[in-house]
């Protein structure tokens, strides 16, 4: 690894239909994996989970789909709202974004991290982890439903992100995520979520 970078890792809220399968009030374990993957390597890791600030909860749209996580404006005040600046930002999608469409909330929150720091390289994961239902999309359609984001990386995040990051180029385009070890990981950075908001967020959901 050439240099630490400092990192920011955004799990974004989410929207599902009145009647879902999968447990999406789960879906940040790939996030918080992640992260603690990048803080082992020696990154200097920020975690902004949707599921873990204080208003997290679920709300119901208009549109008839429930929006799980906080407001798309509490999640950009807590990435950016300290003035912190980023060398990378990793914001983890999943299936409940409905890829390859462009998802009003997942664009959100990229459109709000690109206007706040345009300079700094955006890259969308989807952060899989085994068990979860998967959506299969074309290497090109991700990438071109959210432009904010230089590069995307299909499947599992914990092998090809850090490498994409620590590359000595910016990353850009599609990429196949490489499988870990998984004996090789290190346990998720729970360490870095605000656990008791978390408690709150899935006892206001389930």
Known sequence: ?????????????????????????????????LAATLRARGHDVTLVDAFALPASGLTWRDDGRAHLGASVDDVLAAATGDGAAYDHVVVTCTPFHRPPHRDDILAAVLAGLAARAPATPRLLADAYQSGQHYVETGDDAVLAAYPEAAAYVKYEAEVTV?????????????????SPALADLPAPAWDLVDLAARDAFAARVV
């Open 162 to 178: 850090p490498a994409l990051i620590e590359a000595t180029t910016p990353a850009t385009g599609t990429h196949r995520g490489a």
């Open 1 to 33: 690894m050439e240099r630490a970078r400092r990192i920011l890792v955004v799990h974004p809220p989410l929207t599902v239909a009145r009647d879902f399968i999968d447990y999406p009030y789960f879906a940040d374990l790939g996030a918080v994996q």
